[in-house]
């Protein structure tokens, strides 16, 4: 037998047994369009006989991808409005993104740059990255690096250890985050090399792990994981809500304590952006809030997430969670975790003078 591959074309998706034969052209036309990457990772956690199945839907492609909606774009959150060198994005004061390299692991099926990430163009030139470093060296108001892609930890331990130290070179630059895919979907990726070469003296290293659904913490993801922590790099997440794959309070919450139970803070719950041919995995703001509400009484404060929208066209992220406190002029109410009510009447009523 062939050592697992990571499968990249719709036959071997066919072959392997995960789509049947009759979508094979449909998929053919959405792959044309859209990367497809699944490691052996994930093909060992889907189950092919569940149609519904939360992992294969996150990363096997759908025909449904064919359909882009007016109000979907290739630029959900207006990245080109704010790009200030080749890759490198100054949305807000104190930190810049930086797309470091433009290929994943796996290419997931909602994925909000979909139309930027891909085998194409595999990574920043050196010019266009000593380009945004330069940017970065002349803007004393950045603070933190957040490189992203595409996924930054597909990149390798030398490449990330160059970066890195060029980022704590820079005086102003305290903080470089990494936001990922890689050790849940290719956890042998996180050698020592790897977590050595995420911080350096002079600038620290945190790591954003994106995962949407608990049975992607394979035993092989959770050592990931631990190597990551136990190496003293802080760990946050970030999840998508996606319809039929985590948009439950059950399910929803049992990804938060996993997270927890990894030693990994929950940090965002992202409502799904407007990226073409996602449709079929978006929910309601409405639909977002009630869950937010359910976790709120069903899991510990350290499961919480910041529920958040970028705002299309380049505003930023905005929390839209639910709100607990309602304000008129005569009263102030809070309602608790179950939906009760309360006024909130303190003897000393502090005016504005
Ligand atoms: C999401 C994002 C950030 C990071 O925002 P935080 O709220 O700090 O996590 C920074 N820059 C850009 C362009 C982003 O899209
Ligand atoms: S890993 Fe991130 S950038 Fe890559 S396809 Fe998934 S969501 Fe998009």
């Keep these: 037998m062939n050592a697992p591959r990571t499968l990249r074309y719709p036959a071997e998706l066919v072959e392997s047994g995960l789509v049947s034969a ?81 290929v994943c692991a796996v290419y997931c099926r909602f994925c909000f740059r979909r139309e930027m990430v891909g085998p194409q163009a595999p990574h920043l030139t050196p010019q266009a990255l000593e380009n945004a470093l330069d940017y970065i060296r002349s803007h004393p108001d950045i603070w933190e690096v957040i490189a992203s892609g595409g996924d930054p930890l597909v990149a390798s331990p030398r490449r990330i250890s160059e970066l890195v130290q060029a980022l704590a070179d820079i005086d102003h630059v305290k903080v470089v985050r990494f936001h990922t895919r890689v050790p849940m979907v290719a956890p042998e990726r996180v050698t020592d090399a790897l977590v050595a070469s995420l911080a350096a003296p002079g600038v620290t290293g945190w790591v954003a792990i994106h995962a949407n659904h608990p049975r992607e913490f394979t035993p092989a993801a959770r050592a990931a994981i631990a190597r990551l922590a136990d190496a003293g790099i802080p760990l946050v997440s970030q999840t998508v809500l996606l319809a039929g794959i985590n948009d439950d309070a059950e399910t929803l919450g049992q990804l938060m304590r996993t997270f927890v139970e990894n030693r990994v803070k929950p940090y965002y719950l992202h409502h799904g952006d407007l990226a073409p041919g996602t449709g079929h995995f978006r929910t309601s703001l409405a639909a977002g809030q009630n869950l937010m509400r359910a976790l709120r009484g069903r899991v510990s404060g350290l499961c919480q997430p910041t529920y958040v929208l970028d705002i299309p066209g380049g505003h930023g992220k905005a929390p839209v969670g639910p709100s607990y406190v309602e304000t008129t002029p005569e009263a102030v109410s809070v309602e608790d975790y179950r939906g009760g009510k309360h006024p909130y009447r303190p003897d000393k009523i502090r005016t504005e003078s």
């Design 22 to 102: 009759e979508k094979l052209p449909a998929l053919e036309d959405v792959a044309a369009r859209y990367a497809v990457a699944i490691t052996p990772e994930i093909v060992g956690l889907i189950d092919p006989a569940d149609d519904a199945d939360p992992i294969a839907r996150q990363y096997v492609p759908d025909p449904a991808e064919l359909r882009t909606t007016p109000d979907e774009t290739g630029d959900p959150i207006g990245d080109k409005i704010h790009e200030v060198s080749e890759g490198l994005i100054h949305r807000y004061p104190d930190r810049v993104l930086l797309k470091f390299v433009h």
